[in-house]
């Protein structure tokens, strides 16, 4: 059984009072807040070991580049890789997944390619792929939240290089049947693609168990800083491709007639880490461990079923999102009012959502209205909290 008060006190920023109010932060898809060991973790490093790594011979190099590579093997055994190699550091989600898309189109788009992406994608696994130049094939899915299978596997022709579908609607909560995607796909000798980044903090992530050859995250979605995340790649995967940016780490050697690049993982490394944020993500997942993840995972679920029976009771409240497999989220609409009007009336009342699109126009599109109201729920919140977030919404 977790300790919620306990978890509570380790979260500075929810003592906020928000327009006289105690803050009740309920807009976890977009950013979770930070435990203050991992607030310790960037001051400490900073105040006493900020240094460049795998470059200086002196102490402080040394041990910060130690302490950045712990942190590579950390997240291997957290989301279960096979090696450290196949883990490499980003900015986030958006910086992985722009990664792949570049290096992928250089490597393996020959001309008129397509990438098959669900109709639930959030902006960063659309326009990448876009940029790169594919054409891409949305999986339609169901008014309740549900991927059509059976379409997805209609979709696939000889022109198909690639499948990008997300693990977790940050807009709807869907938690997609990844590996019954990546089975699929891979029948057909196409490689698979996982956004992640609201599956890691809400559920166990196995990469082996799901197959997929890329899997991306972020940092800040679970407890870690902003300005880090992963991207995940099976190493036959990374060593066929190209760099994406150059200089720094990624070299080997260099003249002015060519330059040859280093292994994996610091081939898509270039320049200089953010270190204290690597190191804040690995006490992120040393926080999340010590909860227990099935743990967060119970409780999360206790909490939407909570929060799910509660706003429907609401006369004129309209859920988007109802799949039987979903995450901590509730999108939603209160009668004809815009959702920027719901979000600034509760952001009075103390209550902080999301608002708007939320990186996924086509989601609105499929459903025919601007926005939606969202609130997102992590393991520091409470009934309690929902009871006060139903109260301001009947206010």
Same mark, same amino acid.
């Given at each position: ?33 930070? %435990? ?41 055994? #957290? ?17 992985? !997944? ?9 490597? #393996? ?29 949305? !999986? ?84 870690? %800083? ?16 190209? %760099? ?42 040393? #926080? ?43 999108? #939603? ?63």
């Amino acid at each position: 059984m977790m300790n919620i008060d306990d978890i509570r006190t380790q979260f500075p920023i929810l003592d906020t009072e928000v327009h006289g109010r105690r803050l009740v932060y309920l807009d976890n898809a977009a950013t979770t807040q930070k %435990p203050q060991a991992v607030i310790d973790v960037l001051t400490d490093y900073y105040s006493h070991l900020n240094a460049n790594i795998h470059r200086g011979a002196h102490h402080l190099a040394a041990v910060a580049t130690e302490r950045y590579e712990t942190v590579r093997r950390q997240v291997q055994h #957290f989301i279960h890789a096979r090696s450290h190699e196949e883990i490499v550091f980003t900015r986030g989600t958006t910086e992985s !997944i722009n990664l792949v898309a570049s290096s992928f189109a250089r490597r #393996f788009f020959p001309g008129d390619d397509e990438v098959i992406v669900s109709g639930m994608e959030h902006h960063s696994n659309i326009v990448p792929w876009q940029l790169a130049g594919a054409t891409l094939r949305p !999986i339609p899915f169901s008014d309740e939240g549900v991927l059509d299978l059976d379409a997805f596997e209609r979709l696939f022709t000889p022109r198909t290089r690639l499948v990008a579908v997300t693990h977790v609607s940050n807009t709807l909560g869907t938690v997609n049947p990844v590996d019954e995607v990546v089975r699929r796909a891979h029948a057909h000798g196409v490689p698979v693609l996982v956004d992640g980044a609201q599956a890691v903090s809400h559920l166990r992530v196995d990469v082996q168990a799901i197959g997929c050859d890329f899997y991306c995250f972020s940092g800040h979605k679970m407890y870690a %800083p902003m300005g880090v995340g992963v991207m995940y790649g099976r190493q036959e995967m990374l060593e066929a491709l190209p %760099p994406y940016q150059g200089g720094g780490e990624m070299i080997e050697d260099v003249t002015f007639e060519r330059t040859t690049y280093n292994h994996l993982p610091f081939k898509f490394e270039a320049g200089t880490p953010s270190v204290g944020d690597v190191l804040g993500l690995g006490c992120a997942i040393d #926080f999340m461990e010590s909860v227990g993840v099935d743990n967060i995972a119970a409780h999360e679920a206790d909490l939407l079923r909570y929060a799910t029976d509660r706003i429907t009771r609401l006369p004129d409240v309209r859920l988007y999102g109802t799949s039987p497999e979903k995450a901590a989220v509730l999108s #939603f609409l209160v009668g004809t009012a815009h959702p920027y009007d719901v979000g600034t009336l509760l952001d009075q009342l103390g209550v902080a959502v999301r608002t708007g699109h939320h990186c996924t126009q086509p989601v609105m599109d499929r459903y025919g209205i601007p926005g939606t109201v969202r609130a997102s729920f992590a393991v520091y919140n409470t009934r309690d909290e929902i009871d006060a977030f139903i109260a301001a919404i009947q206010r």
